[in-house]
Each structure stands twice: as structure tokens, then as C-alpha cells.
């Protein structure tokens, strides 16, 4: 069964830091890859995603990810976070086949002033 | 704002009880998704529907069922609640059968 494992469940960063929240899946194969973003009392947002092409990706609201085949991981990255950040990660990925997404456990990140 | 839209936004209803989750997706998207998140499972795929036909089964438990109707819009019924069943119930669309997925704010269900 596929797996989406982000290991940080809270990540406290001070504004304008730089901050990375990692996810990790488990496949053999090729999968499309997802970070959603869910404010408090919100819906889930897309903030990115990788289907083919360039391994780096960018994003809405300066965030980027890069997917990195070998190590099957797709790191979410801000150089600088603004307290309006402050919310919870998600990263998902959909196997080659499947409709629906498989999600990983979140992350929340909270941006220190 | 996704443009997928859910009502209500909240539901409080009491064990046994039976409600019904509503979905509108965006125009022009055929497919619907429903996803469960709860403190302890998370965000869980139920089931999907793609113009008006069952495309894919997840966690969805017998007591609960969907629907799409020719209008594209979606019905999430859940039956005999049980407390375990208090929680986040998101609706998402997308135009292809497994296109990018957007979702709307949710319907946050307590039962009690």
C-alpha cells in the first residue's frame, strides 16, 4: 500500500527564517506528487505539485519543492516565512492508477515574530 | 477560494442519527471526491464519482454512501452515527477521472 510519511509533525520557525518540511513516500514507481496547505478552520489549498518534467517546482506564495527520484522524497522549501504561513502541511502523492490522493500525517508549522 | 463549495459548514447530530453531506465542484469538473479527516486516521480517501458513476472505493464504511446527481453536484449520506464518526468531511473535484484535485472548506461533523 502506498505511504506518505512526514516525519516533523511541528515545525517552529522565527519569521523570515528559512524552512523545509520533508515528506517521504513509498513506491517503486513513478507517482504524482502534492503539497496542500490548510489554514486554520479552512479547506485544503494546492500549493504545488509535481507531475513530469523539472524536478523543482514552484509554488504559490513563494514555496517550492523539489522531487528527488532516488531518495523518493519531495521537500517543501520558503526561503523566508511570514507569520501569515503559519498552518499545516500536507504532502500527498497519487500512484500511476489510482484517482485518489494518499496523504501524509501533516505537518504544522508555526512562524515565531 | 477553490470554487468548490460544501454545505453546511457545520452539523452537530446525536448517535443513530442519520445526515447529509452536500458538494457542489467546480464548473466544468466532473469528478468528486470525499475524504474523512479525523485526529486519529487523518485524511482518509472514501469514494469517488466521475459524471454521475462510481469510479473508486476507499475507507468508506457500509453505513455510508454517495451519490452525484446529473447536475455534477455530490451527496455524502452517513448512517447510524457513532461518535468515531465526529469529523472533518471534505468534498474535492477535479475535471479528469485523476486530475489535480481541488478542495472545498468542508463540513465539520459532531456527533454526540
Known amino acids: 500500500a502506498q505511504s506518505v510519511t512526514q516525519l516533523d509533525s511541528q515545525v517552529p520557525v522565527f519569521e523570515e527564517a528559512p524552512v523545509e518540511l520533508r515528506c517521504n513516500y513509498s513506491?517503486?514507481?513513478?507517482?504524482?506528487l502534492f503539497w496542500y496547505v490548510q489554514y486554520p478552520n479552512q479547506g485544503l489549498q494546492l500549493l504545488l505539485k509535481?507531475?513530469?518534467?523539472?524536478?523543482l517546482v514552484k509554488g504559490i506564495n513563494g514555496f517550492e519543492a523539489e522531487f528527488n527520484k532516488s531518495q523518493t522524497s519531495f521537500h517543501l522549501r520558503k526561503p523566508s516565512v511570514h507569520i501569515s504561513d503559519t498552518a499545516e502541511y500536507f504532502c500527498?502523492?497519487?500512484?500511476?492508477?489510482?484517482?485518489?490522493?494518499?496523504f501524509g500525517t501533516g505537518t504544522r508549522l508555526t512562524v515565531i515574530p | 477560494d477553490s470554487g468548490v463549495t460544501q454545505t453546511p459548514k457545520h452539523l452537530i447530530t446525536a448517535t443513530g442519527q442519520r445526515v447529509t453531506l452536500r458538494c457542489s465542484p467546480r464548473?466544468?469538473?466532473?469528478?468528486v471526491y470525499w475524504y474523512q479527516q479525523s485526529l486519529d486516521q487523518g485524511l482518509q480517501f472514501l469514494i469517488q464519482?466521475?459524471?454521475?458513476?462510481?469510479?473508486a472505493k476507499g475507507n468508506i464504511l457500509e453505513r455510508f454512501s454517495a451519490q452525484q446527481f446529473p447536475d455534477l453536484h455530490s451527496e455524502l449520506n452517513l448512517s447510524s452515527l457513532e461518535l468515531g464518526d465526529s469529523a472533518l468531511y471534505f468534498c474535492a473535484s477535479s475535471v479528469e477521472q485523476s486530475g489535480t484535485q481541488y478542495f472545498g472548506p468542508g463540513t465539520r461533523l459532531l456527533v454526540l
Open positions: 509535481y507531475l513530469s518534467g523539472s524536478t
Open positions: 500527498a502523492v497519487r500512484p500511476p492508477g489510482a484517482n485518489n490522493l494518499f
Open positions: 464519482y466521475y459524471n454521475g458513476e462510481e469510479r
Open positions: 464548473s466544468g469538473d466532473l469528478s
Open positions: 513506491s517503486s514507481v513513478s507517482v504524482y
